[in-house]
């Protein structure tokens, strides 16, 4: 375990001088209009936590005051304050995430739109286009040649393709075709063709190198691509007229090239000592810890952790003394198989132990897999009625791709870890086709053995109405698996990365069609089925900003790019959240389906005093209310875990 300590969580905030203790002196009394989140919605009036960070009592003012002793410390809120439990994003990848700042000029994501905007050291508007973008990258003169040139955060469905730049003539570009035709090609023009290079889409599921960087990979190898690309779902895709045309599916796909990198580079480091780059780079991280508190986190899950080296690596972080979130894990299925990695949970249980203080580390307890990749890489698994459209950025792409041979080949990869009945087992599923997938996999293995912790619909991004229905008879014990049999019961939840609607929204309208477009992140489908529903980033997809979530489903506007103007709505009259759906949907939601409803989630006696202080009441927007785009510009004021405030150090 590395013992390099963070600076940035080496101070606190402080609370007052000591005095003599007075009855109660250890415990915290919250006064002013409290949202539960409770499956009443109930509104209280006040809150009162032990010293230990354990709810004791919600209700009216009197109530909760009646026996608690002078000594108790109040907290009052301001006029127009609400306390809430605090903000849960139940997928996100941290450690790429808190790195995206280490990278400087090799960020290379588009603008957010104008509502959205984060301040960069690096102005987006110079990443429009795709090949300016790319042209942007500083190389270092000093830096070996053989040292990979690495860059994250490219997006060609949202950056504009303009071929005639780098020096590239016409009749060149028209040789080499569209971006995604012959990445190598462009990354040699406007990067480098002599140092390797290798570029990491926004979507996580693709990624586009030059020559020079196949062949470090290739050299010395009987077979190239090695057999892991195949083997994990991966591809390095071919043209007509080349073997490999610098395009890669999938993170089997570019797993080898990350391999290849020299070890000083921060994500090589992240693949192999991930503790020793948190302590390398703690100045550069801590923006990113500090935004997630800024926005209202108190827990995340971290939704993709790679064998033990990166779960310790997540575990160091959390445990650190005033590290503002808690944390639970989710472990790729085969990482935990290859390593024989077994589901933990928090190391004390407040309601087991009445002297547990919750741990930050809250333990691994889920699996992972993936079953297609990217709907904006064109890699999403889709079936009839939907498609690839045959113009312009996935042209080729037809009905996308899946990780897995076929369906049954998800239930043999999962069968022997599904037996334990120890795990909760969360698949990645954009396609319609891939969420079919998955709901017949679940089906299948429910009646082998069944499960009784929550299953995870990742993303379930395109909807379409059957696949939903079929999804809730899976909920209630009534879907017939393939095999002609009812599957028992199964405690399946989704999650929606609803900044597909925001930022790719208008985008999704070319490449999946109008109808496919309004169904992306199907809320009302969810709500007509009773189908259990959270949001999530992503990130480094998209930022982690709970309150974007919330304006994002209630309005379901989107934007084009490059100029982000915005482009009205998608499917808003029937998918369009509620303000308090939306609110559930990252405070009790994604604590059931990471079983931590138990402790957080919402503001229960006998729970964990995890808040967060709003300066506005976000149920006050809406229809007929207060303007919901809004919903976005309202204030954070401070984050308790336990009951403590959360240290807001410069």
Known sequence: MCTASLAFLASCATTGGSIANPPDSGKTLFLGKILTMDDGMTVAEAVSVDERGHILKVGTEQDVREGLGAGAKVVQLEAGQVLMPGFIDPHLHLLPTLLQSVLESHNLAPCLPGPYR?????????????????????????????????????????????????????????????????????????????????????????????QRAIDVVCAGQTACPPSTVKAGGGEWAPNNTAPFTGLLKETSG?????????????????????????????????????????????????????????????????????????????????????????????ACDPRQDANCKLPKWLGAGGLKLWVDGSTQGCTAKLAAPYSYSTKGHCSDAGEGRADFENMQAIVTAMSAQWMTKAWRV?????????????????????????????????????????????????????????????????????????????????????????????????????????????????????????????????????????????????????????????????????????????????????????????????????PKKKDPTQIHKIPVVETYLSGQPTSKNP
Not at 509 to 534: C, H, K, T, W, Y
């Open 118 to 210: 984060i301040p960069t050291a690096t102005s987006c508007e110079s990443r429009a286009d795709v090949l300016s973008t790319l042209a942007s990258i500083k190389l270092s003169p000093q830096a070996p040649k053989d040292e990979f040139v690495l860059g994250m955060n490219l997006d060609p469905s949202r950056q504009v393709f303009d071929p005639l730049q780098c020096g590239i003539t016409a009749k060149e570009a028209a040789a080499a075709g569209n971006f995604m035709d012959n990445p190598k090609f462009y990354i040699e023009r406007c990067v480098s063709k002599d140092r390797p290079v290798l570029i990491l889409d926004q979507s996580g599921h693709l990624a586009y190198v030059n």
């Open 254 to 346: 570019y797993a080898p090239f990350m391999a290849a990198m020299q070890k000083s580079l921060p994500l090589a480091q992240l693949q192999t000592h991930p503790q020793e780059l948190l302590a390398a780079y703690e100045k550069e991280i801590k923006p990113g810890i500090q935004a997630m508190r800024d926005a209202g986190l108190t827990t995340i899950a971290d939704g993709g952790l790679v064998g033990m080296s990166q779960l310790n690596a997540v575990k160091f972080l959390a445990e650190q003394e005033h590290f503002p979130l808690r944390v639970t894990g989710v472990v790729t299925y085969d990482s935990a198989k290859a390593e024989g990695i077994q589901p933990t949970g928090p």
């Open 426 to 622: 969360q698949l990645h599923a954009n396609g319609n086709d891939a969420n079919q997938w998955a709901i017949d996999a679940f089906a299948l293995l429910q009646q082998k053995a069944q499960n009784e912790h929550p299953v995870l619909f990742i993303h379930n991004t395109v909807g379409q109405e059957q696949l939903s229905k079929n999804l809730g008879d899976l909920i209630k014990g009534n879907y017939v698996a393939p095999n002609g049999q009812k599957a028992p019961a199964v405690k399946a939840h989704v999650t929606h990365l609803i900044g597909h609607v925001a930022y790719w929204g208008h985008a999704f309208r070319g490449m999946l069609g109008e109808a496919a477009a309004n169904n992306l992140d199907p809320v009302g489908f969810d709500r007509d089925q009773g189908i259990p529903f959270s949001f999530h980033s992503d990130s480094m997809v998209t930022p982690p900003r709970p309150l974007w979530f919330v304006e994002q489903a209630v309005t379901r506007r989107t934007w084009a790019y490059p100029s982000l103007e915005e482009r009205g709505t998608l499917g808003l009259e029937k998918h369009a959240a509620t303000v308090e759906e939306a609110l559930r949907a990252i405070t009790i939601e994604p604590a059931r389906q990471h079983e931590l409803d138990g402790w957080v989630g919402s503001i229960e006696q006998g729970k964990v005093a995890d808040f967060v202080v709003l300066g506005d009441n976000p149920l006050d927007y809406g």
